[in-house]
């Protein structure tokens, strides 16, 4: 029997006493739910009522965590259309929609992919030094980020890392159009999208431009950070596709 557990409500008390029944007649019973068991019905009336049939679902059945798998599917598109899986994780201002659409866009993948867990700010200790990680859900393990609290201070590889090795998804919002002079920005975020690459991490990014267009060039006053770049931008590519957005989280097994 397949079932989805997805909103008890009055009905709870009911599904105890179905699922009782079918344990106690020996069904084998495959069920998917967007909680735990130790959560279904959580704050509901008369809860304690049901707190028994958590306990005997968490006897007689396997609990199996898509969160264990380090890899939220959910980020994953089947279709094969570049263009369309970008839009998943990449989120450009303007581009043809109307001002905020994108910002908004992030936003809620961001509520979307931490449901309703609590959304507080955490500090990491790195090498003596304090990184403060603005919005975390420690419950599904994601972060966010804006654009200057990564690259606007002064940070290296170890602290990026460290990011990485926490956190397997990370929200970054605002990132700007960087001018060929702003050295100091492009250079960090080469480094930041590198120690993410590595670690699998899955980014979702809110920006200005896509990533072709993120560094403006001055041929009158190049850079070797702006040819670096060219790295950086292959790889930000990637990590919007499917295959990058299937990869295992690499911070985990640390």
């Known amino acids: ?19 009782t029944g079918l344990i106690d007649n020996g069904t084998i019973i495959v069920a998917t739910s967007n909680r735990p068991p130790r959560d279904l019905y959580k704050g509901g009336l008369q809860r304690h009522l049901f707190l028994p049939f958590i306990d005997l679902l968490e006897e007689k059945c396997a609990v199996v965590s898509m969160w264990e798998s380090d890899m939220d599917y959910r980020l994953v598109q089947s279709s094969d259309d570049k263009q369309k899986g970008a839009q998943q994780v990449f989120f450009v201002d303007g581009d043809g929609n109307p001002p905020g659409t994108a910002k908004k ?20 200790e790195v090498q003596g030094r304090r990184i403060l990680v603005p919005k975390v859900s420690t419950e599904y393990n994601i972060a966010s980020f804006s654009f200057y609290d990564l ?10 890392l460290a990011i990485g090795e926490r956190f397997h998804t990370i929200f970054i919002e605002d990132v700007p159009k960087l001018k060929h002079h702003e ?22 990014i809110h920006a ?46 640390l």
């Not at 050295?183 to 979702?204: C, G, P």
């Not at 431009?209 to 931008?233: C, G, I, K």
């Open 1 to 19: 029997m397949l079932i989805s557990l997805c909103q008890l409500s009055n009905k709870a008390l009911l599904l105890k006493r179905l699922f």
């Open 151 to 160: 690259c606007g201070t002064a940070k290296g590889a170890a602290d990026y």
């Open 105 to 124: 866009s992030f936003n809620e993948l961001f509520k979307t992919l931490t449901k309703d867990s609590v959304i507080e700010s955490l500090v990491l």
């Open 208 to 253: 200005a431009t896509y990533p072709e267009d993120m560094v403006e060039v001055d041929l009158n006053s190049v850079h070797d950070e702006v040819f670096a770049f060219d790295r950086t931008r292959s790889r930000m590519e990637e990590m919007r596709s499917e295959g990058y957005l299937r990869k295992r989280w690499i911070g985990s097994q």
């Open 183 to 204: 050295v100091n920005h492009i250079r960090r975020w080469i480094t930041l999208i590198d120690a993410l690459y590595e670690n699998h991490v899955k980014v979702v």
